[in-house]
């Protein structure tokens, strides 16, 4: 049932027309991303776990003489745990809420391995430069600035989660994020009776209201739910043969 609704929804995500994504917006979306799961992570690591640091220095003795330090505040595990993020990026799209058009990058599915619900409040769309992928800016933004990031964490208070990490390095260092960019409640209310409007305009979303958006479920999709400029040469039907 779940590969179901994952090809369902990536059938979804496919049928859609490319359009032209601000760089610096998307990046803005990605950065902050980073930072909400990082310290997620952060949260849960045990804070008796230790990892060794230091130049590996030798002592008179001929030992190695390293510093012992918790693993959250480790340059190495910051990258590892955003490395780790960063090939997760693919489990996110690309969408515009329909309530203003504001773009937001939003996760496929559950935890749970269900559909997400909020996507009934939004419509997908591509970057017309597919071979940026918010893998690429997730490596690219911490490839830059990385040892900016790196030296955050490691001089941060040990049961801190950095909540200021974001707009240091999103906003001051980077300058990717304006105000503007950030979803807020406007952009993320969207009622059934907003629905109905949008549809009689733009004609229903296999996604909206009555799909999975409300009840979690997988939508059907019919011939005219895909645009036929959308279908690949290869996936078009090979034709029967007469008999």
Request: proline share 5%; with cysteine.
């Amino acid at each position: 049932m779940k590969c179901a609704i994952y090809y369902t929804a990536l059938a979804v995500v496919f049928s859609v027309v490319s359009a032209r994504i601000d760089p610096k917006n998307l990046k803005c979306l990605v950065c902050r991303q980073i930072f909400e799961e990082l310290n997620q992570v952060i949260k849960t690591t045990e804070k008796w776990k230790k990892v060794d640091v230091g130049n590996f220095r030798m002592d008179a003795s001929g030992n190695t003489m390293q510093d012992k330090v918790p693993a959250h505040r480790s340059a190495v595990y910051i990258s590892e745990v955003i490395d780790g993020i960063c090939k997760r990026m693919d489990d996110y799209v690309r969408v515009y809420y329909k309530s203003t058009g504001k773009l937001a990058i939003m996760k496929l599915m559950t935890d749970s391995g269900g559909m997400n619900p909020e996507f009934s409040k939004t419509k997908f769309v591509t970057d017309d430069d597919l071979n940026k992928s918010l893998e690429y800016y997730c490596e690219r933004m911490f490839e830059e600035n990385e040892d900016e990031i790196t030296d955050l964490y490691k001089n941060r208070p040990e049961d801190d989660v950095m909540p200021d990490a974001e707009k240091e390095i999103c906003y001051k260092h980077t300058n990717y994020c304006e105000d503007w960019m950030i979803p807020n409640k406007e952009d993320t209310t969207w009622t059934e009776q907003m629905e109905s409007e949008y549809v009689k305009i733009h004609g229903p979303d296999p996604y909206g209201f009555g799909g999975f958006g409300a009840g979690g479920g997988a939508p059907s999709f019919g011939a005219d739910d895909i645009e036929e400029e959308d279908l690949e040469e290869d996936d078009m039907p090979e034709p029967k043969d007469e008999l």
